[in-house]
Every structure is written in C-alpha cells, then in structure tokens.
C-alpha cells in the first residue's frame, strides 16, 4: 500500500495483548517507519469482540481520521465483516478505498477477493508435529525461534490512492 503512494493506511486488529496480532501491528508500524511515512495512531483500531464492535470502531477510524485512502485488516476472521461494512457505507474496492487483508479466508460470492497474507500453514502444522513427537520422545532440543515467510496472494483490491473520497 505504502509503494502505491498511500499515506493514510488503517489498521484494524483484534486486541493487541494477543501476540499475534501484535506482530502483525509492529508490521505494519515498522512498514511505516521504512518507508519514512508517519504513523498517525488514530487509523489504528483494535475490535474486542469481533462480532460486536465492528461497526462502533469502524466508525471511529472514519470519524478520527481526516481522510483514510486504504485499511490493513491484520486478521481474517475480521475480513468478511469489514467488506460488508464498506459495502453498506458504498466504498468501492479498490476504486475508493484499497485493501489488504491478513489470512487467506474463503468470502461469500457478493464480498470483492482482496489482497492477503497468506501463512504457510501446512508448514507451520509439520513444524509443530515435528516438535511434539521429539518432546513426546523425551529428545532434549534448544528452544529456538522458527520464522517462516508468508505467501503475498495479489488480488485486484489495491489502487493507488485516488484523492477524491473521503471519509
């Protein structure tokens, strides 16, 4: 988003207290700080109960900000609700507003196919099960960090920002 020359990128993620989501938050922070673009912490929202609160904090992010041009959904879960709130508000994807999501997550035939973050999963499961049996045998291992990279599926959800919607 950042190299199509957007500025004003939400975020919007589940409570960052969860270590996941705050990676995925330090992501898109750090993203910011190299490409040399401040991080105005009020296009970042974090939804408590993800099937409550949508609405009231999208709201917020739109009211609190002067002019959003795209929005990171750092969890997939969140994904069909949040195009369906852009739908009702009649933001189109990418023409008004871009968007990337995080988590590859099937979407029901009416909801656009969006940019994502896909985890390697099946390799991550391996990693896991090849853990487990080698604690399960008792083998001694030195803890260690595992960082797999995750696959950037490209969909037609991104433009470069339009400078003409605001909200």
């Not at 009702?88 to 035939?109: A, C, H, Q, T, Y």
């Not at 390799?123 to 030195?142: F, H, N, P, T, Y």
Request: aromatic share 8%; charged share 30%; glycine share 4%.
């Amino acid at each position: 988003l950042l190299g199509l020359g957007h500025r004003r990128i939400g975020c919007i993620s589940v409570v960052r207290s969860l270590f996941y989501a705050a990676e995925r938050w330090r992501g898109y922070a750090d993203a910011h700080y190299e490409a040399n673009v401040a991080l105005d912490k009020k296009l970042t929202v974090e939804v408590k109960n993800a099937f409550i609160d949508f609405a009231k904090e999208l709201d917020y992010l739109w009211k609190n900000s002067r002019k959003v041009s795209a929005v990171f959904i750092a969890g997939g879960n969140m994904i069909p609700f949040i195009l369906k709130y852009l739908k009702d508000k009649r933001m189109r994807i990418p023409e008004d507003i871009s968007v990337v999501g995080f988590d590859e997550v099937s979407l029901s035939p009416e909801l656009p196919e969006i940019m994502t973050v896909k985890q390697p999963l099946a390799e991550m499961a391996k990693i896991a099960v090849d853990i487990l049996i080698k604690l399960l045998k008792k083998e001694r291992s030195e803890p260690a960090e595992i960082v797999l990279e995750p696959e950037i599926i490209k969909r037609n959800s991104c433009a470069p920002p339009c400078g003409k919607f605001k909200v």
